[in-house]
């Protein structure tokens, strides 16, 4: 089934200003952000929060300790650091979390970046402005972020059963996810869902995630388990390959691989029976770190450079010495240098340990 034609209510607009006499100003393209392997980033991940209200056993433990608010930047901080990332030549931002839709007030940042979408003649400014979220809020907003600039979102989403949600989750209640995803259809947002794909889990719902995305129009895509914090469980048992996964969807559906790309790491194919997408990441059996354009910060203001590695920088502590635009564009340049090649995931019997301490839901995913 074809995905639905989406509609969407024009973006808030600024009071208009008369034009100047004479002829326009030449306006200077974005120096952009390169690594030291060439790389250009054009794609930053935001993470407005570290909380949650669900606890899922491959992203956190179950008795979390989130962090006190003073330890947060401000939504302000958090558009000042966004703005200079555009300023840069980033054209995609991704909200996340933790959840995002916990943050007081993220309407507001929300709108302010939506501002910020690019008109085809300017050479600065985002080409998308998304978020990632459990939806279990999403009933609540997704009209909201509509109106405000954003057209699509990724929903995590492992299981379509609800006792099974339960467990995955430790908490959480799959009717309102389901009522969450009914609001976003209302709203004409165009909704990916991510499976994270785990051995003796959900790997008996590969085909009817597929088949359910289909009904609905969304594209699917599965993700392996990433070795991020301690979250008290095995993460050996859970791994499943996601060669393995794509072989046996083979069995049942034509896929063809698609020339779709979203700027984040996914590999997608096309599915003749469903009309929708199914991508693939693979960070694990195939990674994509030479393809990679994206930085995640999070929410205490560490702008980390590669999802699997340590390497960061504190913009908080630029942010707040004082040093302003400059600095932030200097920290930036600086933040750049450090990006790594790749991570180094790796899960076996003798890598127990995650690759890092930090949780994915401090990272931002």
């Given at each position: 089934?074809?995905?639905?034609?989406?509609?969407?209510?024009?973006?808030?607009?600024?009071?208009?200003?008369?034009?100047?006499?004479?002829?326009?100003?030449?306006?200077?393209?974005?120096?952009?952000?390169?690594?030291?392997?060439?790389?250009?980033?054009?794609?930053?991940?935001?993470?407005?929060?570290?909380?949650?209200?669900?606890?899922?056993?491959?992203?956190?433990?179950?008795?979390?300790?989130?962090?006190?608010?003073?330890?947060?930047?401000?939504?302000?901080?958090?558009?000042?650091?966004?703005?200079?990332?555009?300023?840069?030549?980033?054209?995609?931002?991704?909200?996340?979390?933790?959840?995002?839709?916990?943050?007081?007030?993220?309407?507001?940042?929300?709108?302010?970046?939506?501002?910020?979408?690019?008109?085809?003649?300017?050479?600065?400014?985002?080409?998308?402005?998304?978020?990632?979220?459990?939806?279990?809020?999403?009933?609540?907003?997704?009209?909201?972020?509509?109106?405000?600039?954003?057209?699509?979102?990724?929903?995590?989403?492992?299981?379509?059963?609800?006792?099974?949600?339960?467990?995955?989750?430790?908490?959480?209640?799959?009717?309102?996810?389901?009522?969450?995803?009914?609001?976003?259809?209302?709203?004409?947002?165009?909704?990916?869902?991510?499976?994270?794909?785990?051995?003796?889990?959900?790997?008996?719902?590969?085909?009817?995630?597929?088949?359910?995305?289909?009904?609905?129009?969304?594209?699917?895509?599965?993700?392996?388990?990433?070795?991020?914090?301690?979250?008290?469980?095995?993460?050996?048992?859970?791994?499943?390959?996601?060669?393995?996964?794509?072989?046996?969807?083979?069995?049942?559906?034509?896929?063809?691989?698609?020339?779709?790309?979203?700027?984040?790491?996914?590999?997608?194919?096309?599915?003749?029976?469903?009309?929708?997408?199914?991508?693939?990441?693979t960070p694990l059996t195939h990674n994509f770190c030479e393809g990679c354009n994206r930085v995640r910060l999070t929410c205490t203001g560490m702008l980390y450079l590669c999802l699997g590695q340590d390497d960061s920088l504190d913009l908080r502590a630029v942010?707040?010495?004082?040093?302003?635009?400059?600095?932030?564009?200097?920290?930036?340049?600086?933040?750049?240098?450090?990006?790594?090649?790749?991570?180094?995931?790796?899960i076996d019997r003798t890598s127990r340990a995650p690759a890092v301490s930090r949780h994915m839901s401090t990272t931002g995913g």
């Amino acid at each position: 089934m074809k995905a639905m034609t989406r509609s969407f209510p024009p973006l808030p607009q600024a009071a208009a200003r008369p034009l100047a006499e004479g002829p326009r100003p030449q306006v200077e393209p974005p120096r952009p952000l390169v690594d030291a392997f060439g790389r250009t980033v054009t794609y930053l991940r935001l993470s407005v929060t570290d909380r949650c209200d669900l606890r899922c056993a491959y992203c956190m433990a179950e008795d979390m300790v989130f962090l006190p608010k003073r330890d947060l930047l401000s939504l302000e901080e958090l558009e000042t650091v966004a703005l200079a990332f555009i300023r840069r030549g980033v054209r995609k931002i991704r909200i996340t979390g933790g959840e995002p839709l916990h943050r007081r007030g993220l309407m507001g940042l929300i709108e302010n970046l939506g501002r910020t979408l690019r008109p085809a003649e300017r050479e600065c400014g985002l080409d998308e402005l998304t978020l990632t979220t459990n939806a279990t809020r999403l009933a609540e907003v997704a009209g909201d972020l509509a109106a405000r600039g954003v057209r699509r979102i990724n929903v995590s989403l492992d299981t379509l059963r609800p006792e099974r949600f339960r467990a995955i989750t430790r908490r959480g209640d799959l009717d309102r996810v389901m009522a969450g995803l009914a609001a976003a259809d209302r709203a004409g947002l165009a909704v990916k869902i991510n499976t994270v794909a785990l051995r003796g889990v959900n790997e008996d719902e590969i085909d009817a995630l597929l088949a359910w995305c289909g009904t609905r129009g969304y594209d699917l895509t599965f993700i392996e388990t990433m070795p991020l914090g301690d979250t008290g469980t095995d993460r050996i048992d859970q791994y499943l390959p996601l060669t393995e996964v794509q072989a046996r969807l083979k069995r049942h559906w034509t896929l063809s691989e698609s020339a779709h790309r979203t700027g984040g790491p996914a590999r997608y194919w096309d599915c003749r029976e469903t009309g929708t997408r199914l991508g693939f990441i693979t960070p694990l059996t195939h990674n994509f770190c030479e393809g990679c354009n994206r930085v995640r910060l999070t929410c205490t203001g560490m702008l980390y450079l590669c999802l699997g590695q340590d390497d960061s920088l504190d913009l908080r502590a630029v942010l707040r010495d004082g040093g302003g635009a400059a600095a932030l564009d200097e920290a930036l340049d600086r933040a750049m240098t450090k990006k790594p090649k790749g991570h180094d995931f790796i899960i076996d019997r003798t890598s127990r340990a995650p690759a890092v301490s930090r949780h994915m839901s401090t990272t931002g995913g």
